[in-house]
Structure formats: structure tokens, C-alpha cells
Nanobody, 125 residues
Framework: QVQLVESGGGLVQTGGSLRLSCAAS????????VGWFRQAPGKEREFVAA????????VYAGSVKGRFTISRDNTKNTRYLQMNSLKPEDTAVYYC??????????????????WGQGTQVTVSS
């Protein structure tokens, strides 16, 4: 299995930027998809973005498309979420998650098997 640890959250003003990191350990030699999710207080967890093993395929939620960029560095077993033009509605706990797959295709209905502990992102108005 793979263990995930997020970092990089914090407090930022509207319009600012943050970069979240998701460091993986454990069985990282097998291909896996990494997704970012977020959960705001009183709301359900929602999908933000995902990237396949090769990095050749990425998907984004409509609310973040054009502002957020997911990327990966397989040599460091780390995935990143670059967040630009942040808005107060982006405030949430951000989680990275993973499931094993070597497919180019990212299944939008996939069940993610491994989760990090989350990192808080707060955007002030």
C-alpha cells in the first residue's frame, strides 16, 4: 500500500497562490493515480484534480480549471497542486488520495484507496 502526506497549506489573501505537496511512501514502484480533494466546513468532500502515473493525463473540476495545476515528480514520489488566483470559496481542508492504476485513463468514478491526513487552506477576503 502507499502512504500519503500533504503539506503546503496555509493562509493566503484572495488572488494569492499556494502550492500543495503530496509525498508518497510505501509501495510506490507500482503505478498509481493521485487525486486532490477538498472539504469545506459543512460541505461534502469534492473532487479537485487528478493525474495519472505518467503525468500525461490530468483532469480538473470545473471550479478550479484554469487556476489550479496538478503535476508530479516521480523521482521524488511527490504530486503537487499549484493553486493560483485563490478565492475565499477555495477555503477547505485539502486531501490527496491514490489508487493503483497504470492506465492512461483516469476513472472519474474511481474509488481512491489511500488518503492523506489533509492540509488546511484558508483564503481571506
Amino acid at each position: 500500500q502507499v502512504q500519503l502526506v500533504e503539506s503546503g497549506g496555509g493562509l493566503v489573501q484572495t488572488g494569492g497562490s499556494l502550492r500543495l505537496s503530496c509525498a508518497a511512501s510505501g509501495r510506490t514502484s507500482s503505478a498509481y493515480v493521485v487525486g486532490w480533494f477538498r472539504q469545506a466546513p459543512g460541505k461534502e468532500r469534492e473532487f479537485v484534480a487528478a493525474i495519472n502515473w505518467s503525468g500525461g493525463n490530468t483532469v480538473y473540476a470545473g471550479s478550479v480549471k484554469g487556476r489550479f495545476t496538478i503535476s508530479r515528480d516521480n523521482t521524488k514520489n511527490t504530486r503537487y497542486l499549484q493553486m493560483n488566483s485563490l478565492k475565499p470559496e477555495d477555503t477547505a481542508v485539502y486531501y490527496c488520495a491514490a489508487y493503483y492504476s497504470s492506465s492512461y485513463y483516469i476513472n472519474p468514478e474511481a474509488s481512491y484507496d489511500y488518503w492523506g491526513q489533509g492540509t488546511q487552506v484558508t483564503v481571506s477576503s
